[in-house]
């Protein structure tokens, strides 16, 4: 059964909603039954699947969103949400007090774009590179990447909680052997076993990923915490090697 065959009960929105979407998300379909086609047809629009992506730890609002993209416009932002709200991935919503703004988040059904994107992260590290090594990285994106890359056999008895702070967004990780789970503000996180500080979420993947210096004043960089324990933390992640040919 195809995705234009199912009738999706989230939110009144269906993926069949875009075919009768406005003309400025009219879309080439491919006419093709394969669920990647269909998939395609519902986030394949460029931006798409990063707007998802920011969303994936909680509801955010429109201007957060855009911070977090710079290459994206304000008009094509608004075209993207209103698109990914009558295909049901997207949600409006009201954040809570004290905040009471409107904000976007994801349906139940568009937080299985976790797995697809986790998927293509490792996946574009086939070779052990990937382009842009120095382009900026957001927030949700490392928290993203550490999701893609744990191995759960590493974790043994290990049972921690590990803050996040970078720039002006906090995390939380809870860490144990039914796996880990990130949850955002993690500034409210009194006692943490780790708490990693930096500027930038680049400078934190490459403590996290390339085992570099955790503290370095000039970065921002600092790492809270029994060093011992930094380093079983940073190796729960598997290293992206390149393949033999």
Not at 194 to 220: I, N, Q
Request: net charge negative; glycine share 8%; hydrophobic share 45%.
């Amino acid at each position: 059964m195809g995705l234009q065959d199912i009738s999706r009960e989230k939110d009144g929105a269906s993926g069949a909603a875009l075919a009768q979407a406005p003309a400025h998300k009219a879309r080439r379909w491919y006419q093709d039954g394969c669920g990647a086609a269909q998939a395609l047809e519902l986030m394949g629009e460029r931006w798409s699947l990063l707007i998802a992506r920011e969303l994936l730890l909680g509801a955010r609002r429109f201007n957060e969103i855009r911070a977090a993209l710079p290459g994206l416009s304000a008009k094509i932002l608004s075209e993207r949400l209103e698109t990914l709200e009558a295909s049901g991935v997207v949600q409006p919503c009201l954040l809570p007090p004290p905040v009471s703004a409107r904000a976007y988040g994801l349906t139940q059904w568009g937080q299985g774009l976790e797995d697809v994107l986790c998927s293509l992260v490792r996946w574009a590290h086939h070779d052990g590179e990937v382009q842009g090594d120095e382009l900026p990285l957001t927030p949700v994106a490392l928290m993203l990447a550490l999701r893609a890359w744990l191995v759960p056999e590493r974790f043994g008895e290990l049972d921690l909680w590990v803050a996040f702070d970078i720039a002006e967004q906090r995390f939380a990780a809870r860490v144990r052997a039914s796996g880990m789970t990130i949850h955002p503000g993690g500034a409210a996180l009194r006692a943490p076993d780790l708490r990693f500080t930096a500027r930038s979420a680049r400078d934190l993947h490459e403590v996290l990923f390339s085992r570099g210096e955790r503290d370095v004043p000039d970065k921002g960089l600092r790492c809270e915490g029994d060093p011992a324990l930094a380093d079983r933390f940073a190796g729960l992640f598997a290293q992206p090697v390149p393949e033999t040919h």
